[in-house]
DNA sequence: AGCACGATTAACT
DNA sequence: GTTAATCGTGCTC
Protein backbone atom coordinates (compact mmCIF):
# COMPACT_ATOMS: atom_id res chain seq x y z
CA UNK A 1 0.00 0.00 0.00
CA UNK A 2 1.14 3.54 -1.00
CA UNK A 3 1.03 6.25 2.02
CA UNK A 4 -1.65 9.22 1.42
CA UNK A 5 0.54 12.08 0.60
CA UNK A 6 0.22 15.38 1.12
CA UNK A 7 -1.88 16.56 -2.19
CA UNK A 8 -1.92 20.80 -1.91
CA UNK A 9 -0.99 21.04 -5.32
CA UNK A 10 -2.71 18.12 -7.50
CA UNK A 11 -6.09 20.24 -7.56
CA UNK A 12 -5.14 24.01 -8.23
CA UNK A 13 -5.39 23.14 -11.71
CA UNK A 14 -3.31 25.46 -13.72
CA UNK A 15 -0.08 23.94 -13.21
CA UNK A 16 2.57 23.61 -16.02
CA UNK A 17 3.25 19.77 -16.48
CA UNK A 18 6.99 20.69 -15.02
CA UNK A 19 5.57 21.66 -11.60
CA UNK A 20 7.15 19.93 -8.09
CA UNK A 21 5.20 16.87 -7.30
CA UNK A 22 5.03 16.61 -3.50
CA UNK A 23 8.50 14.55 -1.94
CA UNK A 24 8.14 11.60 -0.02
CA UNK A 25 7.92 13.02 3.46
CA UNK A 26 10.36 11.18 6.53
CA UNK A 27 7.31 9.12 7.33
CA UNK A 28 8.05 7.13 4.06
CA UNK A 29 11.31 6.20 4.79
CA UNK A 30 10.65 5.07 8.57
CA UNK A 31 8.88 1.69 7.91
CA UNK A 32 10.27 -2.02 7.07
CA UNK A 33 12.98 -1.52 4.35
CA UNK A 34 11.33 -4.38 2.49
CA UNK A 35 8.04 -2.15 2.18
CA UNK A 36 10.18 0.73 1.45
CA UNK A 37 12.24 -0.37 -1.26
CA UNK A 38 9.21 -2.19 -3.09
CA UNK A 39 7.23 1.01 -2.44
CA UNK A 40 9.95 3.11 -3.87
CA UNK A 41 9.74 1.81 -7.47
CA UNK A 42 7.76 4.14 -9.78
CA UNK A 43 8.83 7.18 -7.35
CA UNK A 44 10.80 10.22 -9.21
CA UNK A 45 14.53 10.06 -8.05
CA UNK A 46 15.41 14.30 -8.53
CA UNK A 47 19.15 15.92 -8.43
CA UNK A 48 19.18 19.30 -8.71
CA UNK A 49 23.02 19.81 -10.02
CA UNK A 50 24.32 23.30 -10.75
CA UNK A 51 20.59 24.83 -10.76
CA UNK A 52 19.63 21.83 -13.22
CA UNK A 53 17.20 19.43 -12.34
CA UNK A 54 17.50 15.92 -13.43
CA UNK A 55 14.78 13.20 -12.73
CA UNK A 56 13.84 10.00 -13.23
CA UNK A 57 11.65 7.11 -12.37
CA UNK A 58 13.21 4.58 -9.61
CA UNK A 59 13.28 1.08 -12.01
CA UNK A 60 15.35 -1.29 -9.36
CA UNK A 61 16.24 -1.08 -5.54
CA UNK A 62 17.06 -2.94 -3.04
CA UNK A 63 16.73 -3.64 0.39
CA UNK A 64 19.87 -3.99 3.20
CA UNK A 65 18.38 -4.46 6.53
CA UNK A 66 20.17 -3.92 10.38
CA UNK A 67 23.07 -5.91 11.83
CA UNK A 68 21.60 -9.45 11.85
CA UNK A 69 21.15 -9.11 7.19
CA UNK A 70 25.15 -10.51 6.60
CA UNK A 71 25.06 -8.45 3.46
CA UNK A 72 24.48 -5.18 4.65
CA UNK A 73 27.26 -2.83 5.77
CA UNK A 74 25.93 -2.91 9.22
CA UNK A 75 27.24 -6.69 9.93
CA UNK A 76 30.10 -5.15 10.86
CA UNK A 77 28.29 -2.88 13.79
CA UNK A 78 28.33 1.10 13.88
CA UNK A 79 31.67 2.56 12.39
CA UNK A 80 32.83 5.94 10.80
CA UNK A 81 31.10 4.19 7.20
CA UNK A 82 27.97 2.98 8.53
CA UNK A 83 27.23 6.11 10.89
CA UNK A 84 24.83 7.49 8.57
CA UNK A 85 22.49 4.38 8.22
CA UNK A 86 22.32 4.44 11.94
CA UNK A 87 20.51 7.93 11.62
CA UNK A 88 17.44 9.27 11.07
CA UNK A 89 15.28 7.91 7.88
CA UNK A 90 15.36 9.61 4.37
CA UNK A 91 19.26 10.56 4.20
CA UNK A 92 21.53 9.63 1.71
CA UNK A 93 24.25 7.02 2.28
CA UNK A 94 26.56 6.82 -0.13
CA UNK A 95 29.92 4.69 -0.37
CA UNK A 96 32.24 3.67 -2.85
CA UNK A 97 32.47 0.44 -4.54
CA UNK A 98 35.40 -1.46 -6.03
CA UNK A 99 37.39 1.60 -5.83
CA UNK A 100 35.16 3.16 -9.03
CA UNK A 101 31.67 3.64 -8.17
CA UNK A 102 29.55 5.58 -6.07
CA UNK A 103 26.84 3.89 -4.60
CA UNK A 104 23.70 5.55 -3.76
CA UNK A 105 21.51 4.33 -0.63
CA UNK A 106 18.29 5.92 0.99
CA UNK A 107 18.40 5.11 4.98
CA UNK A 108 15.20 3.55 6.04
CA UNK A 109 13.30 2.36 9.87
CA UNK A 110 13.84 4.12 13.12
CA UNK A 111 16.69 6.60 14.29
CA UNK A 112 19.29 3.99 15.53
CA UNK A 113 18.19 0.46 13.56
CA UNK A 114 20.89 0.82 10.33
CA UNK A 115 19.36 -0.45 7.48
CA UNK A 116 18.81 1.07 4.00
CA UNK A 117 17.71 0.64 0.09
CA UNK A 118 19.97 0.32 -2.74
CA UNK A 119 18.93 2.78 -5.72
CA UNK A 120 19.42 0.29 -8.67
CA UNK A 121 18.40 1.44 -11.22
CA UNK A 122 16.03 4.67 -13.06
CA UNK A 123 14.03 5.61 -16.24
CA UNK A 124 15.19 9.34 -17.50
CA UNK A 125 12.45 11.47 -17.34
CA UNK A 126 14.60 15.08 -17.26
CA UNK A 127 18.26 15.75 -17.92
CA UNK A 128 18.96 13.51 -20.49
CA UNK A 129 21.52 15.38 -22.36
CA UNK A 130 23.37 16.33 -19.29
CA UNK A 131 22.90 12.53 -17.84
CA UNK A 132 24.73 11.44 -21.56
CA UNK A 133 27.33 14.13 -20.64
CA UNK A 134 27.92 12.76 -17.22
CA UNK A 135 27.89 9.30 -18.47
CA UNK A 136 30.44 9.61 -21.66
CA UNK A 137 28.29 8.99 -24.25
CA UNK A 138 27.37 5.72 -23.62
CA UNK A 139 23.98 4.41 -25.07
CA UNK A 140 21.11 5.21 -24.06
CA UNK A 141 19.65 1.67 -23.18
CA UNK A 142 22.66 1.20 -21.06
CA UNK A 143 22.80 4.78 -19.64
CA UNK A 144 21.01 4.05 -15.83
CA UNK A 145 20.45 0.54 -15.73
CA UNK A 146 23.01 -0.16 -12.47
CA UNK A 147 23.88 1.65 -9.05
CA UNK A 148 27.24 2.84 -10.63
CA UNK A 149 25.42 3.71 -13.24
CA UNK A 150 22.75 6.12 -11.28
CA UNK A 151 25.02 8.12 -9.66
CA UNK A 152 27.40 8.93 -12.72
CA UNK A 153 24.39 10.11 -14.65
CA UNK A 154 22.87 12.21 -12.12
CA UNK A 155 26.46 13.52 -10.67
CA UNK A 156 26.11 11.78 -7.47
CA UNK A 157 29.57 11.28 -4.97
CA UNK A 158 30.27 11.00 -1.82
CA UNK A 159 30.07 14.95 -1.40
CA UNK A 160 26.24 14.12 -0.55
CA UNK A 161 26.99 11.23 1.65
CA UNK A 162 24.50 12.60 4.63
CA UNK A 163 22.30 14.67 3.88
CA UNK A 164 18.89 15.12 4.33
CA UNK A 165 16.32 14.29 1.27
CA UNK A 166 13.13 15.48 3.23
CA UNK A 167 13.79 19.14 3.91
CA UNK A 168 13.42 22.15 1.70
CA UNK A 169 16.53 23.04 0.06
CA UNK A 170 17.92 19.72 -0.75
CA UNK A 171 20.04 18.88 -4.19
CA UNK A 172 18.74 15.31 -4.02
CA UNK A 173 15.26 13.88 -3.30
CA UNK A 174 12.30 11.48 -4.25
CA UNK A 175 9.18 12.99 -5.21
CA UNK A 176 5.59 10.74 -5.44
CA UNK A 177 5.15 9.48 -8.66
CA UNK A 178 3.20 6.66 -10.30
CA UNK A 179 2.25 3.70 -8.60
CA UNK A 180 3.50 0.55 -10.22
CA UNK A 181 1.60 -2.53 -11.13
CA UNK A 182 3.73 -4.97 -11.53
CA UNK A 183 6.85 -6.18 -9.60
CA UNK A 184 9.25 -8.48 -9.95
CA UNK A 185 11.36 -9.82 -6.77
CA UNK A 186 14.65 -11.78 -6.73
CA UNK A 187 17.94 -12.16 -4.52
CA UNK A 188 19.98 -9.49 -4.11
CA UNK A 189 22.75 -9.04 -6.57
CA UNK A 190 26.37 -9.32 -6.27
CA UNK A 191 26.66 -10.74 -2.61
CA UNK A 192 28.11 -14.74 -4.00
CA UNK A 193 30.19 -15.19 -0.71
CA UNK A 194 27.46 -14.33 2.10
CA UNK A 195 25.89 -17.45 3.99
CA UNK A 196 22.42 -18.01 3.72
CA UNK A 197 19.39 -17.06 4.76
CA UNK A 198 20.47 -13.41 3.37
CA UNK A 199 22.20 -14.58 0.23
CA UNK A 200 18.84 -16.10 -1.10
CA UNK A 201 16.74 -13.52 0.59
CA UNK A 202 13.98 -11.89 -2.28
CA UNK A 203 14.98 -8.33 -1.25
CA UNK A 204 15.73 -6.95 -4.84
CA UNK A 205 13.39 -5.50 -6.45
CA UNK A 206 12.30 -4.08 -10.03
CA UNK A 207 9.64 -3.13 -12.35
CA UNK A 208 8.33 -5.68 -15.09
CA UNK A 209 9.24 -4.91 -18.35
CA UNK A 210 9.18 -6.74 -22.08
CA UNK A 211 12.78 -7.59 -21.03
CA UNK A 212 12.89 -8.91 -17.64
CA UNK A 213 9.12 -9.99 -17.35
C1' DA B 1 51.42 -0.88 8.34
C1' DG B 2 49.70 -4.33 5.44
C1' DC B 3 46.09 -7.06 3.41
C1' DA B 4 41.97 -9.04 1.14
C1' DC B 5 37.76 -7.82 -0.41
C1' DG B 6 33.78 -5.58 -2.50
C1' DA B 7 25.72 -3.96 -2.92
C1' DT B 8 30.29 -2.76 -10.42
C1' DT B 9 31.26 -1.52 -15.07
C1' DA B 10 32.98 -1.67 -19.72
C1' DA B 11 35.71 -3.67 -22.93
C1' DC B 12 37.35 -7.47 -24.31
C1' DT B 13 37.00 -12.70 -26.77
C1' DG C 1 31.92 -15.65 -20.57
C1' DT C 2 36.18 -13.31 -18.87
C1' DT C 3 38.85 -9.75 -16.95
C1' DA C 4 41.08 -5.36 -15.58
C1' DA C 5 40.39 -1.07 -13.32
C1' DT C 6 40.94 1.00 -8.50
C1' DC C 7 40.63 2.44 -3.43
C1' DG C 8 38.00 2.93 1.05
C1' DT C 9 37.07 -0.01 4.69
C1' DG C 10 37.60 -3.15 8.37
C1' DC C 11 40.42 -6.72 10.07
C1' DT C 12 44.91 -8.75 11.49
C1' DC C 13 49.57 -8.43 12.88
Redesign the pocket.
Known amino acids: MFLSLPCRFRNSGYLPYTAAMPRLPRRFFARNTVTVARELLGQRLVRILNGQRLAGLITET?A?VGEEDL???????R????QV?YGPPGHA?I???????W?L?VVTERNGFPA???I?GIQPTQGLEQMRLW??G?PDK?LT??????T?ALGID?SLNGIDLCVRRTELFIEAASPVAHILNSP???????PEPWKSMAWNFKIMTNDNG
Open positions: EYACHARAGTPRTMYYLNYGLHMNAVLRRGQTNGPGKVQHRVGIENV
